[in-house]
């Protein structure tokens, strides 16, 4: 199966330019306000429009109210939308139903979020570090029997790892910010790069 390749934290047209440019299959924009790669609707709806008809504009959320979610990835024209932190299944139902989701869980909600969302094709588990943004891997080798298929995989990951990553756990997608940059979110060209690459030939 081709692993799908996620490249977070793009706060300007450039920097979408560029990671679509290198292959990335999706591009994440994250409106949460606590994140120092902060993005406005207007700049990702821009962005969007000058990456093609095939890249995945992906919009990040963390402990938003429904309604903001909503408004917001609308403004923005994505055409998806991450959910970080704890959230009632409603809460992510209601957005799966305009949105596909990619619901985003630390290692120890792996179980209940499983069960929750096995048999939703709407919602795709994605498994990421305790701080997201924060650019510390998981313990693969503790996953290893747990790790649902189908779901995707972040934490720490850049052009480095990935492939070890993917070995250890065969994800569905894969998903990156800190190890891509130059500075908080300002890309590094060749490592957007690499990281694409990497991830492709493994
Ligand atoms: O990256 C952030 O600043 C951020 C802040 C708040 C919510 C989500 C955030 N990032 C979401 C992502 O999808 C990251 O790519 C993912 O957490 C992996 O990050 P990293 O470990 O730095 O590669």
Known sequence: ?????????????????????????????????????????????????????????????LGQGLDEVLRTAEAARVSAVQLHGPL?????????AYYPVLRVVRPADLAAEAGMWRDEPGVTLMLDAPEPGGGVPLDWAALRDVFPRGAWLAGGLG??????????????????????EASPGVKDPALVREFVRAARSS
């Open 159 to 180: 052009p480095a790892n990935v492939a070890a990553a993917m070995q250890a756990l065969s994800p569905a997608g894969v998903d990156a910010v800190s190890r891509l």
């Open 1 to 61: 199966m081709t692993v799908r390749v996620k490249v977070c934290g793009t706060t300007s047209v450039h920097d979408a330019v560029l990671s679509a440019q290198a292959g990335a299959d999706a591009l994440g924009f994250i409106f949460a306000p606590v994140s120092k790669r902060l993005v406005t609707p207007q700049v990702a709806r821009e962005a969007g429009l000058n990456v093609g008809p095939v890249v995945a504009r992906v919009g990040v959320f």
């Open 88 to 96: 009632p299944g409603l809460y992510v139902r209601q957005v799966a």
